[in-house]
Nanobody, 127 residues
Framework: QVQLVESGGGLVQAGGSLRLSCAAS????????MGWFRQAPGKEREFVAG????????YYGDSVKGRFTISRDNAKNTVYLQMNSLKPEDTAVYYC????????????????????WGQGTQVTVSS
């Protein structure tokens, strides 16, 4: 089992920044890709960003490219999401997730390919 605890969400004005953190505990020696998804009311869960265990390769959803940056500290089993130039359409619950199987190089973009999830943290961007 892997436990994920997110922090850093909140209310921010458009154009502002927030930094989300996600600390993993438990069987983290099997952690591979880590990522962030978000879900707004009435919408499907959307891929935001992911990072591989080996090499630290990063991938982003089209709507956040150039504004968000994902990073990880493997020694601390923690992944971060730096969100800049926030827009009202970024408002959603943000979920941290890990995939503890498969290749350490691979980063999935479908929520079905991740097997552990955090409880989510609310990000609200006001206009």
């Amino acid at each position: 089992q892997v436990q994920l605890v997110e922090s850093g969400g909140g209310l921010v004005q458009a154009g502002g920044s927030l930094r989300l953190s996600c600390a993993a505990s438990g069987r983290t020696f099997t952690t591979y890709a880590m990522g962030w998804f978000r879900q707004a009311p009435g919408k499907e869960r959307e891929f935001v960003a992911g990072i591989s265990w080996i090499g630290g390769y990063t991938y982003y959803g089209d709507s956040v490219k150039g504004r968000f940056t994902i990073s990880r500290d493997n020694a601390k089993n923690t992944v971060y999401l730096q969100m800049n130039s926030l827009k009202p359409e970024d408002t959603a619950v943000y979920y941290c997730t890990v995939r503890t199987y498969g290749s350490g190089w691979y980063v999935a973009m479908s929520p079905a390919e991740y097997n552990f999830w955090g409880q989510g943290t609310q990000v609200t961007v006001s206009s």
